[in-house]
T-cell receptor, first 112, second 115 residues
Framework: SQQGEEDPQALSIQEGENATMNCSYK?????LQWYRQNSGRGLVHLIL?????REKHSGRLRVTLDTSKKSSSLLITASRAADTASYFC????????????FGGGTRVLVKP | GAVVSQHPSWVICKSGTSVKIECRSL??????MFWYRQFPKQSLMLMAT?????????EQGVEKDKFLINHASLTLSTLTVTSAHPEDSSFYIC???????????FGEGSWLTVV
């Protein structure tokens, strides 16, 4: 399968809570990226973590990468209703340039 | 910031007709662009890699004669869905790889509905 896997597939939380989602992939990678997609819209790039990095922060986002387990996690702290969206991880396999392989996505609902 | 524009944003066409979707990098050059397809509530699947001045590279299972890709300039790639069928209804989204450098930027996507 071209896709990696994400879990959970769906997540429902209250505003102010943290949201954590995980991504697993299959091949060696140059980097892993996380994107957000609002319903029916294009992708918004959130964060890129390189294969030699283990953790990265951007505002309320925290991403970890474990290349030995071929997995990554995205944590959104202090969630807001505006964070309601689908979140996708995408990997750039070694030697494949920017030909991205996307995970299945996590649909996050943040209830006010 | 770099902008990638897709046109049209949505289109409805009749079965059997062809429809063209444009992916344009507005303020940078892109030797390489990528076309993805996303069915409702599913993830993005890479269809093909579009290379300026040469033939596109298609992913396994994607019919190159049905999904025609033309990348005639450094700022424009087009995807033509030929002889469209209702099962081709989907969200088509492109990304463009900035040249020089290799940062990619996604377009806003194009909704295709075939009736």
């Amino acid at each position: 399968s071209q896709q990696g896997e994400e879990d959970p597939q769906a997540l429902s939380i209250q505003e102010g809570e943290n949201a954590t989602m995980n991504c697993s992939y299959k091949t060696s990678i140059n980097n892993l990226q996380w994107y957000r997609q609002n319903s029916g819209r294009g992708l918004v790039h959130l964060i890129l973590i390189r294969s030699n990095e283990r953790e990265k922060h951007s505002g309320r986002l925290r991403v970890t990468l474990d290349t030995s387990k071929k997995s990554s996690s995205l944590l959104i702290t202090a969630s807001r209703a505006a964070d309601t969206a689908s979140y996708f991880c995408a990997t750039a396999p070694r030697g494949a340039g920017n030909k991205l392989t996307f995970g299945g996505g996590t649909r996050v609902l943040v209830k006010p | 910031g770099a902008v990638v524009s897709q046109h049209p944003s949505w289109v409805i066409c009749k079965s059997g007709t062809s429809v063209k979707i444009e992916c344009r990098s507005l303020d940078f050059q892109a030797t390489t662009m990528f076309w993805y397809r996303q069915f409702p509530k599913q993830s993005l699947m890479l269809m093909a890699t579009s290379n300026e001045g040469s033939k596109a590279t298609y992913e396994q299972g994607v019919e190159k004669d049905k999904f025609l890709i033309n990348h005639a300039s450094l700022t424009l790639s087009t995807l033509t869905v030929t002889s469209a069928h209702p099962e081709d209804s989907s969200f088509y989204i492109c990304s463009a790889e900035r040249t020089p450098g290799n940062t990619i930027y996604f377009g806003e996507g194009s909704w295709l509905t075939v009736v």
